[in-house]
């Protein structure tokens, strides 16, 4: 008669798998099914910290690839909800995309938060619009739990998920979420990463668009300049001059158009970099764009012989890496005079950095 397989996993497993030892793992399902629990109810193959050649051998050992744990998620579920995770191989072995849990969550309801986990389940044929038992869609899910970290993974999510139909409530509630997050994010713009900040902005725009936000719902959202009428900074400072520049000739992602945009643009890169990072990413790029500035404050009706010799040192320190808080606010003051002393618009040119 066949000895009966415990159906409960070692207290010791986590330590067997962190030591990374394959004999010793294996030699735990010598007395244990394969399909056997921890105490929170999931099998190894559930497991995040199980290598995934671990698992693939209990596959071939005869493990049921939609084995459930005790929340009636399959494996699949957990490897689609998790950055560190890839459902590539349980997708080879053939898991069922259409799986439900018992809260009626498919799998793409669990990879909602993971574009390129979700994407790989559309593909195999995974219905991403179908409703969990409390009517929710994974549209929804990630719309109720986005925050402004989470713009750019937003709009990427709502363009996988174009097809997800909208109750009224259901709009006018996301409607509601997009226009508090826009504000939220403009609340924040100035400290948001700087390497994500410019397509956030862009994504943000497109949210407000896809949702049909009004105008005058959305969050300071800039009107640009039409790049021919004569430019005007209306303002008592420098400061605020330079400001209202940036709204309206600076784009939420990529270069300006103009030369007078493009002064504005660099100029605000670099306080930004000095004044917000403390120059933690000045390289090359930035050293090449704040170089630049010297050249465009000549073109036009240029800055005069004081002023550009007053930037060019200020940019040299820039350039340095160590300038004072002084040098940092010569480069906005300067391009916005300059700016302002040149209100017809100069087409921009090829440039020698990327930034």
């Known amino acids: 008669m066949a000895r009966k397989l415990k159906d409960k996993l070692p207290r010791s497993f986590d330590k067997i798998v962190e030591s990374g030892d394959f004999d010793a793992f294996k030699e735990v399902f010598t007395e244990r099914a394969l399909d056997a629990k921890n105490r929170h109810g999931n099998t190894a193959l559930h497991m995040r910290g199980v290598p995934e050649e671990f698992k693939i051998w209990m596959l071939d050992q005869g493990l049921d690839v939609d084995i459930r744990n005790e929340d009636g998620d ?17 997708l080879k072995r ?88 826009g504000e939220r994010f403009e609340d924040v713009r100035e400290v948001y990463n700087e390497e994500s900040v410019d397509q956030a902005s862009a994504d943000m725009i497109w949210l407000y668009d896809r949702f049909d936000i009004p105008e005058e719902l959305r969050a300071n959202t800039p009107i640009l300049h039409d790049g021919v009428s ?34 504005i643009r660099i100029a605000g890169r670099v306080s930004n970099e000095f004044h917000g990072n403390g120059g933690v990413n000045w390289d090359k790029d930035f050293k090449r764009m704040a170089k630049s500035l010297n050249h465009i404050c000549e073109q036009g009706v240029p800055l005069g012989e004081p002023e550009l010799e007053e930037l060019a040192a200020a940019v040299k320190s820039v350039r340095k890496g160590e300038p004072t808080e002084e040098e940092i606010d010569t480069l906005p003051r300067l391009a916005t005079k300059w700016v302002a002393q040149n209100p017809q618009p100069l087409p921009l040119g090829e440039v020698d950095y990327k930034r």
Not at 147 to 175: C, H, N, P
Not at 242 to 249: P, S, T
């Open 230 to 263: 004569p430019i005007e900074l209306p303002g008592d400072t420098w400061q605020e001059q330079f400001i209202e520049g940036y709204d309206l000739l600076v784009p939420a992602m990529g270069k300006a158009k103009s030369l007078q945009g493009e002064a």
């Open 94 to 181: 053939g898991a069922d995309v259409c799986a439900v849990n018992n809260e009626g969550e498919s799998v793409a309801y669990s990879a909602a938060f993971f574009p390129e986990n979700l994407k790989k389940l559309i593909d195999a044929g995974a219905d991403p619009y179908s409703r969990a038992n409390d009517g929710t869609t994974p549209l929804m899910r990630v719309i109720r739990s986005a925050d402004t970290g989470q713009i750019i993974e937003l709009a990427e999510i709502t363009k996988l998920l174009s097809g997800t139909e909208f109750t009224d409530a259901e709009f006018r509630e996301t409607q509601e979420r997009i226009i508090a997050m």
């Open 74 to 90: 399959t494996p699949l579920h957990v490897h689609s909800h998790d950055w560190n995770l890839s459902p590539d191989f349980l």
